[in-house]
């Protein structure tokens, strides 16, 4: 037996360095974060997809009485981008949480949230940036697989 060794490498700066285009993608997850449909949970997740025709759809977490229907911030902002611009890529997508009115240091997404982000990177056919954005830092992943190893995609099929 063998044992082999992975290794993600991704950056992480403060907000402040961020360049222009970050910043505004940083930005309106935090705004989609504030609209966050979170009545059970109360942790309002916000999402930001920037396109490469330069549009950013935005997302956020919608709750449902019966659990199970509720959906992650990251699927509403993907699939609204996909249902909206079929054709276009995605080149980034900015994540953010609050929770009793304070930012919350960077989430990762859920299993489910990153298999979605798979599929949207695989129709982009590009890698797909993802910040996790925190209160003070914000980690960025060049792609999704940096996020999700060992992929099961079409190709498996
Ligand atoms: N949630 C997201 O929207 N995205 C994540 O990355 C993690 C969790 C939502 C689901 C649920 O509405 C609430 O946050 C608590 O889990």
Redesign the pocket.
Known sequence: MESKHLEIIYQESDYDELDAERKRLYDAALAASGH?Y?P??H???G?AALLKNGEIVMG????NAAYPS?????R?ALFAACATYPDIPVLRLA?I?QANGEVKES????GA?RQVMLEVEQRSKMPMEILLCGKKKVKMFKGITSLLPFTFTADDL
């Open positions: 966050a979170a059970y949970s942790f309002q997740v999402t956020n977490n919608q709750e509720a959906l992650c911030a990251e509403v994540i949480a989430i990762s997404p859920c949230c």
